[in-house]
């Protein structure tokens, strides 16, 4: 066996998967070949740290200094001055009252004539469940159903984006 | 020449019982064969060790969608499905005979669905096969292995499902759903499959523990009186049901958004499902769900990936009725007013 043909067996080697005289062929070529046996090492540690994997924590006190830096009076200077030498023009005064009062009436208008964010969430979740429950059927198709589910509540997700 | 009379007689009633009895008999040995076939699927899904890589491909708002998959198979219902290829790359599905866990990367979260109260297996197998033509189409080959195309189509002659069956394990290999119009709606096809005598058990362990989770759970079924207990109001009864579906039970089904019981009442004919949803209108307006947002007399029908949803308003009650075919919502809609 050479070591393209045993790197393409060996995450199923790894999960002990491969039997019989294939399996005495990768270990013959893992013990002459230390490539493979290398890679064969990587492999069940990527595994090992899967296993292992622990949500990471961010370092202590970095919330702070993200506040600090954004509510410095440094900041503070850099973000208002521009606005307020926008402001200070009459012309764009009225244009900044215009555009609110559009966005105002186009928002009102919309929500009154369309179904709802919100709407849209418990509709999904109302068809999430009918799908899952439909999966548990011994002939169902489990696989494309969950790609479905999962596609469904990413578009829910980014729903909820848009409403924050 | 009486002698010949009689036996030539004898004959003909001997011929005439035969030609009659014969396809009788062929006919129930069918249908034994087609319930030993599909009790085989059944026992596969619990029995079978396998290994399998493939595609899985459905519409998503207009589009098709495939991914690159991993199945692996255990004993005892045991299943982990991983999604190999963008937009899915990462998904990992895990679930045996009780639940299911659906682990997103995208949205660091686990689904977890409790779906331990699902029907009898056997009323399954016996409402499928009386409410749907189910027959071997031909036999081939699928992801290398001998195989038998079992094709199930409805009353109306429509096709709902293809699957190809591993001739010799009865594994499904290969999987295409039709919408009520017989168009494509979803696939997954197995292009290689290896038999293994067991997998490793962390496989299928439970990835809950270091994510944040939710849990789309339905509790045992109850009864009717409990349900409307429950949640509050007289649950409503449609007075029109497709023929062949039958009641798979009464749950009371609690919303992540809002802190309102609905009731969930669900029909099956072995192979399609329909699902309705119910609450207080004014609940259903003041948590903006379902038909809540619309005007109170309007009948609102929309395309799903997978099925389709009528909402409507009847009573003081707000409903969303889930199912394959519109037209059969329509009407039940229609009767529950």
Redesign the interface.
Known sequence: MDCNETQKLLS?YS???V?GKTKVRIQEHLAACPTCSAELTKLERVMALI?D???LEPPQGLWNGVYNRITSPEAEHKVRQPAWGFFRRPVYRWVACLAAVLFVAIFTFSRAHY??P??H???N???????????????S??????????????DD?DSDSETL | MKRYIITTLAIFAACILLGVSFPAQSAQTDNRDLDALLTHVQDAAANVVCVAEGTTTLHHHGKLVTSAIKVYHGTQHRRRIEYLTPPLKGLIVISDEKHTWRYDPKEDRVVVTDHSHSSNPEDRRKSLVSNHRVRIACTGKKAGRDAILLKMTSATGSIKKEIWLDASTYEKLANTDYNDKGEFEASTEFTSIKYVNSLPDRLFKDPKRDHPFRELSLSKPISLEELSKQVGFKVSIPTFVPAGYKLDGYWVYKSRRHPVNVAYTRYTDGLDTISIFEMRRDDACKFHVGHGEYPADSYIAKDLARGHIGMMTAHGRSFAIIGDDPRKIKKIADSLK
């Open positions: 199923e999960l002990d998967l039997q296993d994997l622990q949500p179904p709802g919100q709407e969430f418990v509709v979740e109302y068809v999430q469940s009918h799908v899952t429950t439909s999966s548990q059927d011994f002939l198709d489990t696989v494309s159903l969950n790609s479905a589910e999962t596609l469904d509540d990413r997700s």
